[in-house]
Nanobody
Framework: QVQLVESGGGLVQAGGSLRLSCAAS????????MGWYRQAPGKQRELVAT???????NNADSVKGRFTISRDNAKNTVFLQMNSLKPEDTAVYYC????????????????WGQGTQVTVSS
């Protein structure tokens, strides 16, 4: 069974920084693009940043210049470094994997983590 487990969320003051991590565990052979989405109360889930398995990144306009996504393919882990945080960044942050191929070569599309809360106080 494959799981995505996020960590690193918490409470921070405006202007502060947090680093989120998402580790994929299980019988994994490879993982496709990975990313971070967020959902604030009463709002739809939105894209924050994505990174392909060869390192190409894409960030939402609202986080450009402040957030950086990276990944360690050897450890099946994706990171989100969040700097200059704003109260409007408050949300549950979800890790996403476009697909996971297991050691037995099964293809598993659209994997999500359980989410981690990020709260930015003003």
């Amino acid at each position: 069974q494959v799981q995505l487990v996020e960590s690193g969320g918490g409470l921070v003051q405006a202007g502060g920084s947090l680093r989120l991590s998402c580790a994929a565990s299980g019988s994994i052979f490879s993982i496709g693009a990975m990313g971070w989405y967020r959902q604030a109360p009463g709002k739809q889930r939105e894209l924050v940043a994505t990174i392909t398995n060869d390192g190409n990144t894409n960030n939402a306009d609202s986080v450009k210049g402040r957030f950086t996504i990276s990944r360690d393919n050897a450890k099946n882990t994706v990171f989100l470094q969040m700097n200059s945080l704003k109260p409007e960044d408050t949300a549950v942050y979800y890790c996403y994997a476009q697909w996971v191929r297991t050691i037995s070569r099964a293809y598993l599309p659209d994997y999500w983590g359980q989410g981690t809360q990020v709260t930015v106080s003003s």
